[in-house]
């Protein structure tokens, strides 16, 4: 049973557009919603995260959007560059009564296209 | 990669053989994971540590065991290899707290013919 689930497969965008992942979870003790970022050949490295306290988390031009209500949160990155194509997870965790593993959505493939 | 180094990089073996994989942290982080990536599938916890000789299973434990006789080391052991078990394998550690961060090491490329 997948209790995250990540969409779309694969996104191409052009420079400078805004690329738009969206995740959605099953289960209401996740509380730590985090994105993390691969490149080929790589391990996948933690972008930003979130909790269920606030709705949207900015880094610079990467925004976490997170909907309680809904069960869902997206990752928009806006002014979108070449360097930004990349597989994206999105996860989330219970946190430390689970040994805060994590639990990966299925992942999106990124192209940004020059 | 957060000193986490990962050995081998690379092995291919036969079906029906051992196989162990290294972690090593020089982190002194408490917890370890040991997750897999398939393609379509994320990343999938198979074991994970919150200290040494404690040990927990995750979601695709069958088939694998693990050790943990050092802080910063964790073994993951395929007793007998099966073609399913051909994936790309990531070492995590964290050091917990109000965080959660988790933080991967390069991977190890098993093949099983």
């Known amino acids: 049973q997948q209790q995250v689930k990540q969409s779309p497969q694969s996104l191409i965008v052009q420079k400078g557009g805004i690329s738009i992942i969206n995740c959605a979870y099953e289960n209401t003790a996740f509380d730590y919603f985090p994105w993390y970022q691969q490149f080929p050949g790589k391990g996948p490295a933690l972008l930003i995260a979130?909790?269920?306290?606030?709705s949207e988390k900015k880094e610079g031009r990467f925004t976490i959007s997170f909907n309680k209500s809904a069960k869902q949160f997206s990752l928009h990155i806006m002014d979108s560059q070449p360097g930004d194509s990349a597989t994206y997870f999105c996860?989330?965790?219970?946190?430390?009564?689970?040994?805060?593993?994590?639990?990966f959505g299925e992942g999106t493939q990124l192209t940004v296209n020059p | 990669d957060a000193g986490i180094t990962q050995s081998p990089r690379h092995k291919v073996t036969e079906t029906g053989t051992p196989v162990t994989l290294r972690c090593h942290q020089t982190?002194?982080?408490?917890?370890m994971y040991w997750y897999r990536q398939d393609p379509g599938h994320g990343l999938r916890l198979i074991h994970y540590?919150?200290?040494?000789?404690?040990?927990d299973k995750g979601e695709v434990s069958d088939g694998y065991s693990v050790s943990r006789s050092k802080t910063e080391d964790f073994l993951l052991t395929l007793e007998s290899a099966t073609s399913s078990q051909t994936s790309v394998y990531f070492c995590?550690?964290?050091?917990?707290?109000?965080?959660?961060?988790?933080?991967f090491g390069p991977g190890t490329r098993l093949t099983v013919t």
């Open positions: 979130i909790r269920p306290d606030v």
């Open positions: 982190e002194n982080h408490r917890y």
């Open positions: 540590s919150y200290g040494v000789k404690d040990t």
């Open positions: 995590a550690i964290s050091p917990l707290g109000p965080s959660y961060e988790q933080y």
């Open positions: 996860a989330a965790s219970e946190g430390e009564t689970s040994g805060s593993r994590l639990t």
